[in-house]
């Protein structure tokens, strides 16, 4: 029994899915127009009211045939009246039912000139719709106007001041930013960045820069650190390495001297250079110190001045340029700086998002308080704003004269009816009793004056 009713009701569902697949289909038939159960209510309301007008025209014509039947009857002059403003009622109604009726489909079937107006101009009512909307809703004025009346450098302040908008926006900004960088490829950025950092530094001349920065070293004695380490360290070297430095004074004397002589040279050579290195790290003023101070403020002067040595400083910055390590550690520069920036934005902790956060709550803060930040923001806004309506105008009024172009004339009709149509039976209702009313007052004034 259970398996049945399983089984009874898997159908149904499949049933009312093929039935819901059905109605989209002919809705994409029809131009993308799905009647929905509220369309639906409202249809059997306009339903509804055309019954009642229609039956308000038939009691009016069973009015006026009863009006007529008793005043040849010999009823009395009353039934004058009654027949004249039942007469007019019908004029109404069925005036106002043809007028009613000629705007979505064409009275009794008959080809009637200017009837069936929404089926037959529908395309023409989607062009002066577009029209409308782009002259009295998409112009410059309107829109600046409305925009600045919004007060949007003000509210947007206020709500950006608020933690939790700052924490929500800082969110969204890190999340846009981990997927722009996600899919971006790594080898054309890496191109990009390796091509525009060499073409930039190729196309800046360094030496001057160099000069400049060596001759302010120089004068400010910013070199003396280094001088002091380079003699500080050559000093523990030789104490470190004699041997070596003996060997290599012995192994360059003239092969004919005796080799006593050669090693006496030898420690001779070593040790006065011992001597020189420690008196050049312990002595401030050493005349080799000073000469390192003039070769040093020469050599910055010729870096700024010299055509030669300026020259010489450029090819030799080419060519490490040109080297493939160099290359290669300016291309792996976007993998280390995505990798930071993405780690970063994940990281609800990290300083970028903190700093981002921060710095929107302060945005936010000046905006709400300051007029004058206010009015400028709200001038950015409103002047692109105006320009993306006055520039694009036509393109967004087309999605109004498209789409209304694209729909299916028949099912336009039953869609507007169903919205309207209810309100415009109320016409008809009006039409009988104004006819009726105005019918009844045109008869007593005739009467009154002998007509």
């Not at 010999?74 to 007019?88: D, F, M, Q, S």
């Not at 981990?178 to 960045?193: E, F, K, M, N």
Request: aromatic share 6%; hydrophobic share 45%; with cysteine.
């Amino acid at each position: 029994m259970e398996q049945g009713s399983t089984t009874a009701t898997a159908e149904a569902q499949a049933s009312s899915t093929a039935q819901d697949a059905s109605a989209k289909a002919a809705a994409a038939a029809r131009g993308g127009f799905v009647f929905s159960e509220a369309d639906e209510e409202r249809r059997r309301g306009v339903r509804r009211m055309k019954r009642t007008a229609t039956g308000l025209l038939i009691l009016v014509a069973l009015i006026y045939v009863a009006a007529k039947w008793a005043e040849h009857a010999g009823a009395g002059g009353w039934t004058g009246y009654v027949a004249a403003g039942a007469e007019a009622g019908m004029v109404g109604a069925l005036a106002d039912w043809f007028a009613v009726t000629a705007l979505f489909r064409r009275p009794l079937g008959l080809p009637i000139p200017h009837t069936a107006i929404i089926p037959t101009k529908k395309d023409q009512l989607g062009v002066s719709l577009g029209e409308f909307v782009g002259e009295n809703f998409l112009s410059a004025d309107v829109v600046r106007t409305r925009l600045h009346a919004l007060g949007i450098g003000g509210r947007l302040g206020a709500w950006l001041a608020e933690p939790a908008h700052a924490d929500r926006v800082t969110a969204e900004l890190a999340t846009a930013l981990r997927g722009a960088l996600t899919i971006l490829r790594d080898s054309d950025v890496q191109a990009i960045v390796g091509e525009a950092i060499t073409r930039r530094a190729e196309t800046a001349e360094i030496a001057p820069g160099i000069g400049k920065t060596l001759e302010k070293v120089v004068a400010d004695g910013g070199h003396r650190r280094v001088v002091d380490l380079v003699c500080a360290r050559a000093y523990d070297w030789l104490v470190t390495h004699a041997e070596s430095v003996e060997a290599a004074v012995q192994g360059g004397a003239p092969g004919w001297t005796p080799r006593f002589v050669d090693r006496k040279v030898g420690d001779r050579v070593y040790k006065e250079l011992l001597r020189f290195v420690q008196e050049m790290r312990d002595m401030p003023e050493h005349p080799a110190r000073g000469a390192v101070d003039r070769f040093l403020a020469d050599f910055a002067a010729d870096l700024q001045s010299d055509t030669q040595t300026r020259a010489r400083v450029e090819r030799l910055k080419s060519e490490i340029l040109q080297r493939e390590e160099i290359q290669d550690v300016i291309a792996s520069t976007w993998t280390a700086v995505r990798s930071m920036i993405i780690s970063a934005a994940e990281d609800e902790r990290s300083a970028l998002r903190m700093r981002v956060r921060s710095s929107l709550m302060s945005l936010g803060a000046r905006l709400a308080t300051d007029g004058r930040l206010q009015d400028k923001v709200e001038g950015w806004i409103e002047g692109a704003m105006v320009y993306v309506v006055t520039t694009y105008r036509t393109e967004i009024t087309s999605l109004i004269t498209d789409t209304v172009a694209g729909w299916d004339a028949a099912h336009t009709s039953r869609k507007i009816e169903a919205h309207i149509g209810r309100d415009l039976q109320f016409i008809r209702i009006n039409g009988t009793v104004v006819g009726a009313l105005a019918g009844l007052v045109i008869y007593t004034l005739s009467r009154a004056f002998g007509a």
